[in-house]
């Protein structure tokens, strides 16, 4: 079955530092990957997505993610963070086909430190 | 171009009511999702509407039920309301759905809470 694992309920960093949020999916072929920003009292925002060919996918507000099949890993990345930056973070994964179903990780919080 | 409209923003009900949230899509898109989501669980899937048919389902039970109408606005019904079903409930809709890899477009979401 798939599943998709945020070890990090909850990050904080300070501004301008470099972030990293973690996503680990089971999925038996290659999935589609999707990181998805909620700020506070707002609906859910694509960041970016991947789906084949390049494993760096470059997103929105400067944000990137890598995917990587021998970890099974679609790690989100940031070299600098702003303190707009601070919101839920979310992981999903998407199978082949016509299923709908995205599976979604828990999310992880992060908070910016001026 | 107007984003994904949800209405109510806050509703305050209790045990045993029943509830209809209702979302408005992007103009043009033809699917619509719904989420549940609570700080224990993360988002949890409900079901999917395409051009006014229920197409995909998650594991709800039958007091969550969902439309369609023929202009893509959907709305999504909660009956006999229990404490658990406190929770962000979020819209989101896409151009076709036909599958997982389209961008989902969410609304702000409906808070319900059930004392």
């Known amino acids: 079955a798939q599943s998709v694992t945020q070890p990090d309920i909850h990050i904080t960093v300070s501004e301008g530092a470099s972030l990293e949020l973690r996503c680990n999916y089971s999925?038996?072929?290659?999935?589609?990957l999707f990181w998805y920003v909620q700020s506070p009292g707002q609906g859910l925002q694509l960041l970016l997505k991947?789906?084949?060919?390049d494993t760096l996918v470059q997103g929105i507000k400067g944000f990137e993610a890598e995917f990587k099949r021998s970890q099974s890993s679609f790690n989100l990345r940031k070299p600098s963070v702003h303190w707009s930056d601070a919101a839920e973070y979310f992981c999903?994964?998407?199978?082949?086909?016509?299923?709908?179903?995205?599976?979604w990780g828990l999310g992880t919080s992060l908070a910016v430190n001026p | 171009k107007a984003g994904v409209t949800q209405t109510p923003r806050y509703l305050i009900k209790t045990r045993g009511q029943q509830v209809t949230l209702s979302c408005s899509p992007i103009?043009?898109?033809?699917?619509v999702s719904w989420y549940q989501q609570t700080p224990g669980q993360g988002l949890q899937f409900l079901f999917e509407?395409?051009?006014?048919?229920?197409?995909n389902k998650g594991n709800f039970p039958g007091r969550f039920s969902g439309r369609q109408f023929s202009n893509s606005r959907s709305e999504m019904n909660v009956s006999t309301l229990e404490l658990g079903d406190s929770a962000l409930y979020l819209c989101?809709?896409?151009?076709?759905?036909?599958?997982?890899?389209?961008?989902?477009?969410f609304g702000s979401g409906t808070q319900l809470s059930v004392l």
């Open positions: 999903a994964v998407g199978a082949s086909g016509n299923n709908r179903k995205l599976i």
């Open positions: 999925y038996g072929a290659t999935p589609y």
């Open positions: 103009s043009g898109h033809r699917s």
């Open positions: 991947y789906f084949s060919g």
């Open positions: 509407y395409f051009s006014e048919t229920q197409r």
């Open positions: 989101a809709s896409s151009l076709q759905g036909s599958t997982s890899n389209e961008k989902l477009f």
